[in-house]
């Protein structure tokens, strides 16, 4: 394993000192939780009759009887959001391969989840970042239940991951696997519905041609194929080592979705107590956090993440600020072009090697913690690998070569030194700029400026 780059590891030092307090307390509080006996064992005879009193009777008698292990699915199905529309199905599929693995699995709840997409320009957008915090509240309800061993989040979209994650670290003593549906299939390109976008406020078409354009860009189920706050996400959750690996970007049609699925289930019951434990208030350190900065900054995520993964983090206990974004993006290279930082989508950068390729990068150039707990028995590295189907079973493979230089290249000859985002700062305050969408001939304008102090 290389060692480890010195700002990299200088960040995760200062990280670590400046959270020490909030952190030791957050895990004193993790681990007490942990060293209770499980809930159906501890509970009130009424207590334990109620949670299991809509369940099968095989089911019941796994849980109370036998002490099989309990897992809590969390959900934000709807219909309304494409990426969230597969979801509908998991819960059957997770229950089905919990009893085949000898245990059970209840839905405790669904939370909330709005787009966007839909809501952009409408009085609805101003619930969208409140909502994150109803998503984590959701979250936390479902699991006081208590009545669980482990978890599984099923959630894909912009506030609802972090929402889940934060919800999810308040119950740090679960060890916890996040479950993705995927992107819907590449249709109409980004250049294409941005040339008809562009026609439209010109005048030159109008709305029957925009909606179709529109239409054929967002066509069926599965997150936006551009690589917007979504597929952040999911981008962020394999180089912090909560997904199964190389989960995000398979089409929710696709034949390796429902034994990815499947497999979410065996990996959560794999890190229970009694076996490897990794409950997910101990796989989210503060080399975690920064892996999951790195692996923003290296493929020019969504700037959405310098708010939401300061409030993730706070939940583990843990202190980051967008000082430490801005150091980090000084050494991390920039190893992808995807829309809006290029015209590729999130399916041609999978085809290219996605984040197993750039996982795999980033723990080459040192720029990543390899020595980190994830869901998975290898560790990190198990995420640099491109899952597959042979005779049936899942495989995985060694991501080592882009399948497209145009899309993804490696650490020692990227797209720029640097990484994707940078901090602004004067005297009236600080902001982001998300520098790998900014095309080249643009680093530099002169203008007429109208100037504010105040």
């Known amino acids: 394993m290389s060692t480890i780059h010195p700002i990299v590891e200088q960040v995760t030092r200062r990280i670590r000192e400046r959270s020490a307090q909030s952190r030791a307390a957050y895990l004193e509080q993790v681990d007490a939780m942990a060293a209770r006996p499980p809930g159906a064992q501890s509970m009130g005879c009424a207590n334990v009759a109620h949670a299991f009193a809509g369940i099968p009777g095989g089911d019941r008698i796994r849980i109370v009887e036998?002490?099989?292990?309990?897992?809590?699915?969390?959900?934000?199905?709807?219909?309304?959001?494409?990426?969230?529309?597969?979801?509908?199905?998991?819960?059957?599929i997770l229950k089905d391969?919990?009893?085949?693995?000898?245990?059970?699995?209840?839905v405790a709840g669904g939370v909330p989840a709005m787009c966007d997409g839909v809501t952009q320009g409408a009085p609805g957008m101003e619930l969208s970042?409140?909502?994150?915090?109803?998503?984590?509240?959701?979250?936390?309800i479902a699991l006081s239940h208590d009545v669980f061993d482990a978890a599984l989040m099923l959630g894909i979209c912009d506030k609802i991951v972090p929402g889940l994650l934060i919800g999810a670290l308040h119950f740090g003593h679960l060890p916890t696997v996040f479950v993705p549906a995927g992107p819907m299939t590449s249709g109409l390109s980004n250049g294409e519905k941005a040339k008809v976008r562009e026609q439209a406020a010109q005048g030159l078409v109008g709305r029957k041609e925009l909606l179709a354009a529109e239409t054929a860009a967002y066509h069926g189920e599965g997150t936006c194929t551009f690589y917007?706050?979504?597929?952040?996400?999911?981008?962020?959750?394999?180089?912090?080592?909560?997904?199964?690996?190389?989960?995000?970007?398979?089409?929710p049609a696709d034949g390796e979705r429902e034994l990815l699925t499947r497999e979410a289930m065996r990996s959560v019951l794999a890190i229970t107590k009694n076996r490897r434990f990794a409950p997910i208030g101990?796989?989210?350190d503060e080399r975690c956090i920064v892996n999951a900065m790195v692996a923003l900054l290296a493929t020019g995520g969504s700037t959405n993440h310098l708010i939401h993964w300061v409030a993730v983090a706070r939940a583990a206990g843990i202190v980051i600020d967008w000082n430490d974004f801005s150091e980090l993006s000084g050494v991390v290279p920039l190893l992808a072009r995807v829309y809006p930082n290029?015209?590729?989508?999130?399916?041609?950068?999978?085809?290219?090697?996605?984040?197993?390729?750039v996982i795999g990068q980033l723990l080459k150039a040192g720029l990543m913690h390899g020595d980190v707990l994830t869901v998975r028995?290898?560790?990190?590295?198990?995420?640099?690998?491109?899952?597959?189907?042979?005779?049936?079973?899942?495989?995985w493979h060694e991501a080592e070569v882009s399948g497209d230089l145009?899309?993804?290249?490696?650490?020692?000859?990227?797209?720029?030194?640097?990484g994707g985002l940078k901090l602004l700062s004067g005297n009236l305050g600080r902001s982001v700029i998300k520098v790998s969408a900014v095309p080249e001939d643009r680093h530099v304008v002169e203008a007429p400026a109208r100037v504010f102090d105040s």
Do not use: C, W
């Open 97 to 106: 391969e919990a009893r085949k693995l000898g245990a059970t699995a209840q």
């Open 282 to 284: 101990h796989v989210v």
């Open 129 to 140: 970042l409140f909502s994150r915090d109803a998503i984590a509240m959701g979250t936390a």
């Open 406 to 418: 145009s899309v993804l290249r490696p650490a020692d000859a990227p797209f720029r030194a640097t």
């Open 66 to 92: 036998e002490k099989a292990p309990n897992v809590a699915i969390v959900t934000a199905y709807n219909d309304v959001l494409s990426a969230h529309a597969p979801l509908a199905r998991y819960p059957d």
């Open 377 to 395: 028995p290898e560790g990190l590295q198990e995420f640099a690998r491109i899952p597959a189907v042979e005779d049936g079973h899942l495989v």
């Open 228 to 251: 917007g706050t979504a597929n952040s996400n999911q981008m962020l959750l394999e180089a912090m080592g909560l997904h199964v690996p190389g989960t995000a970007f398979i089409n």
């Open 342 to 357: 290029g015209s590729a989508d999130v399916n041609q950068f999978q085809a290219a090697g996605g984040p197993g390729y």
